[in-house]
């Protein structure tokens, strides 16, 4: 394990790299000894720094793909705070990202606290409702060139999100067979299904619960989790406008767009 004195010049790295919008080159390479305990106490450091409210978390490496390519065989996580919320219909300006790029999730909107000792039925208890959502992940280091503990220390490369208007009641669709469509400036480019995470995205949120619970965290009554992705990431470029759209048994489950500008 690095020194208290390591992990803190790490997370001041990372931290200017965000704020100069200057990445920096993976930390394994400077840190070789990096493991995942200190990863998420680097990640922490940064998000009590920003002081400001924690709306939610996501979960990342849920596909069998991305968990081989890492080496690993579970998901990471990280925080998604109050600065991180983007609205549909206002322009993000994409000078503020190093590398941005989007993802497509089915969000949970909690209605209750989750136990420590989660399952996916107590997921499905706790959720107040599921919402279309579009994560923006963004990379502090260089050319996306991340391993396991590069992206953990990172906040699992978040850096954003926006939610749809529509208001999903978990018990009226099968969780494990949402179909999802991104569209780019009108043109489908991007097919998914929500089975894709973990083989069910309750199950990433129970994976979740439990994990930070070990650290002393809940999750509580009116956060928001992004389970994962049902799709690859995909690059923003200035201009772009995306819409993920979502059904289930040919029912419409609702949309979430956004736009981005130099």
Not at 44 to 51: G, M, P, S
Not at 173 to 196: F, H, K, M, Q, Y
Request: charged residues 25%.
């Amino acid at each position: 394990m690095l020194t208290v004195e390591a992990r803190t010049e790490i997370a001041q790295r990372l931290w200017d790299a965000e704020v100069h919008r200057a990445p920096i080159p993976p930390l394994v390479e400077t840190h070789p000894q990096l493991d995942a305990v200190d990863a998420y106490q680097i990640q922490l450091i940064n998000v009590q720094r920003r002081d400001e409210a924690v709306v939610g978390h996501k979960v990342g490496l849920t596909s069998p793909v991305m968990q081989q390519m890492m080496g690993v065989s579970e998901p990471d996580y990280g925080h998604l705070l109050a600065s991180m919320r983007l609205t549909e219909g206002e322009p993000v300006a994409i000078s503020r990202y190093c590398v941005p790029r989007v993802e497509v999730e089915i969000g949970f909107l909690l209605g209750a606290d989750l136990p420590a000792e989660c399952t996916e039925a107590d997921v499905l208890a706790g959720t107040e409702a599921l919402v279309p959502a579009i994560e923006l992940i963004d990379s502090r280091i260089a050319d996306w060139r991340i391993s396991l503990v590069d992206t953990i220390a990172d906040n699992a490369s978040s850096a954003g999100f926006a939610l749809g208007a529509e208001r999903i009641d978990p018990a009226g669709v099968d969780l494990r067979a949402i179909d999802a469509t991104l569209l780019c400036n009108g043109e489908p480019i991007e097919r998914g299904r929500s089975d894709a995470v973990l083989g069910n995205p309750a199950t990433a949120v129970a994976w979740l619960a439990r994990k930070v619970a070990a650290y002393g965290v809940r999750l509580r009554a009116g956060n928001v989790v992004l389970p994962g992705s049902c799709t690859r990431a995909i690059d923003v470029t200035p201009g772009d406008e995306f819409r993920a759209d979502f059904r289930s048994a040919g029912t419409d489950l609702g949309s979430v767009s956004l736009e981005f500008r130099p």
